[in-house]
């Protein structure tokens, strides 16, 4: 991260050729993106801020500081390429696309979260709400779940999962409302095909929701085919409906 923290520093402020330090493809391709499209650097940081505060913990105090970092990481992220496709500063379609970079944060947290939390022990669901649900310690949770052995802590968790789900839905929701007046706007329509990254994090949730909020269940992560088809021909309607 340092190196990383290091080579944005100098991108940003020398518009000279990259030392040997820095002279990877990835560095350059950001030196060219910085030149030619004025982005901004503060995404950058906060990028590296979120990694940093995920590298320092095993789990987030509460559901809000997991939302920061879903908005830090991933809302950055999508703030970015609307920057790179010229979408100006004073465009709606960077409210919404912190919105849809939180939930778009918070489904990856969801879908990634049982590998997590066997290969480093960080649970992905907040303290405040397993004090709400009364879930168990990580460890214990790990061995309970993957015995099926413990209904009561099986369902705790789902109902902490539940509460994830509906807060990224929420911001799925508050970011299509905005919409019609991103459309209106003179670049509305490219802007909005940036966004399409909200109906990929929707299928997960929903498939999600399907399966009882159930983190372990061995076909959630298991999409054959025809879903995959079925996802991306909603991202192709989604492109030429200018929907997200």
């Known amino acids: 991260l340092e ?139 790990l061995t309970a779940l993957g015995q099926g052995n413990d209904p009561e802590c099986k369902r705790a968790f789902q109902n902490a999962i539940r509460d994830i789900v509906r807060v990224a839905r929420s911001r799925l929701d508050k970011a299509r409302g905005m919409r019609d007046m991103i459309l209106e706007e003179e670049e509305g329509k490219r802007a909005v095909s940036v966004l399409l990254p909200g109906l990929a994090s929707e299928a997960f949730l929903d498939r999600l929701e399907m399966k009882d909020y159930d983190l372990t269940d061995k076909n959630l992560r298991e999409v054959g085919l025809l879903e995959h088809a079925a996802c991306a021909g909603t991202m192709m309607l989604g492109y030429y409906r200018h929907t997200y």
């Open 3 to 141: 190196w990383w923290q290091d080579g944005i520093d100098f991108i940003s402020e020398n518009s000279n050729s990259l030392p040997s330090k820095f002279d990877k493809p990835t560095p350059r391709l950001l030196q060219h993106l910085i030149r030619t499209h004025k982005i901004s650097k503060h995404f950058f940081q906060d990028v590296l801020l979120g990694r940093r505060k995920d590298l320092e913990l095993k789990q987030y105090n509460t559901l809000d500081e997991l939302i920061e970092h879903s908005s830090l990481t991933c809302a950055s992220l999508q703030q970015l390429v609307l920057q790179c496709g010229n979408i100006p500063p004073i465009s709606i379609a960077y409210q919404a696309a912190r919105e849809v970079g939180v939930a778009h944060g918070l489904s990856n947290a969801l879908r990634t979260s049982i590998p997590t939390l066997s290969t480093t022990g960080k649970l992905i669901v907040p303290a405040d709400l397993c004090i709400k649900y009364n879930v168990r310690s990580p460890r214990y949770l």
